[in-house]
C-alpha cells in the first residue's frame, strides 16, 4: 500500500512492529504460563493489536472486547462504557489491551472499571505510549513502543475513523486532514 498524502514519515515498518509484538508477546507468555489468560481490548482501535499479540501468546487465551465513549467535550477522563465485556472476569488474570496510552484518563478509568470485579490480576499492555502527555500516573506492564508527542495513525489507530488499516505507524502531516 503507498502511504497517504496526509503521511509524514513512518516512525514504525510493518516488520519492527510485528518483531516488537512477538517479543512482548513471549513476555507475556512466559509470565502467564499455567494460569487462565484473558485480553481485553477496548474497540476499535486496539482489536488491530490484540489480535496480533493474541496469535504470537502461545498460552491458551481467551478475549473480550469493551467499547467507550468519551464525553463532556472539555472535561477530560469523561468516559462510559458503551458496550461491556460479554462475560464476567472474576478470579481470572486480566490484560488490558490498549493502541495508546496517552494522558492516561482512558486507561484509567477502565482499570478502575475492571478492578470493580474482581479479577485475580490485572495488567496492562499498550502498543504505544505517549509518556510526555502524561496526566494520570499508571503502571504499564507491557509497552512495545514509545513514541513522540505527534499524532499517529495506523496499525488501529485512527484519524476522523480513517488509516487504521495501514500496517505501519506513521506521524501525520499537522495541517493536514
Ligand atoms: P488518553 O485518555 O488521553 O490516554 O487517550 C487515549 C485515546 O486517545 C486512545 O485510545 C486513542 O483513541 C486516542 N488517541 C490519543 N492519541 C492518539 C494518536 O496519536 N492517534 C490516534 N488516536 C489517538
Ligand atoms: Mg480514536
Redesign the pocket.
Known amino acids: 500500500m503507498s502511504a497517504p498524502a496526509v503521511i509524514e514519515r513512518v516512525l514504525f515498518t510493518e516488520e519492527q512492529v510485528a518483531e516488537r509484538i512477538r517479543e512482548v508477546a513471549r513476555e507475556i507468555g512466559e509470565k502467564y504460563r499455567g494460569r487462565d489468560l484473558k485480553l481485553i481490548a477496548?474497540l476499535k482501535?486496539?482489536v488491530f493489536f490484540l489480535t496480533e499479540l493474541a496469535r504470537a501468546i502461545e498460552i491458551p487465551v481467551k478475549i473480550d472486547f469493551l467499547a467507550i465513549s468519551?464525553f463532556g467535550g472539555s472535561a477530560?477522563?469523561m468516559?462510559r462504557i458503551a458496550k461491556d465485556l460479554d462475560d464476567p472476569i472474576q478470579d481470572q488474570d486480566v490484560l488490558l489491551v490498549?493502541?495508546?496510552?496517552?494522558?492516561?484518563?482512558?486507561?484509567?478509568?477502565l482499570l478502575q472499571t475492571l478492578a470493580g470485579r474482581a479479577p485475580r490480576s490485572l495488567g496492562v499492555c499498550t502498543l504505544?505510549d505517549?509518556t510526555a502527555?502524561?496526566?494520570?500516573q499508571l503502571q504499564i506492564d507491557y509497552r512495545c513502543f514509545e513514541?513522540p508527542d505527534?499524532?499517529?495513525?495506523g496499525c488501529g489507530?485512527?484519524?476522523k475513523q480513517l488509516y487504521r488499516n495501514l500496517p505501519y505507524i506513521a506521524v501525520?502531516h499537522p495541517e493536514r486532514d
Open positions: 477496548v482501535g486496539a468519551t477530560p477522563g468516559v490498549e493502541d495508546i496510552i496517552d494522558t492516561g484518563f482512558t486507561t484509567r478509568f504505544l505517549r502527555r502524561r496526566i494520570v513514541i505527534r499524532f499517529v495513525v489507530l485512527d484519524h501525520m
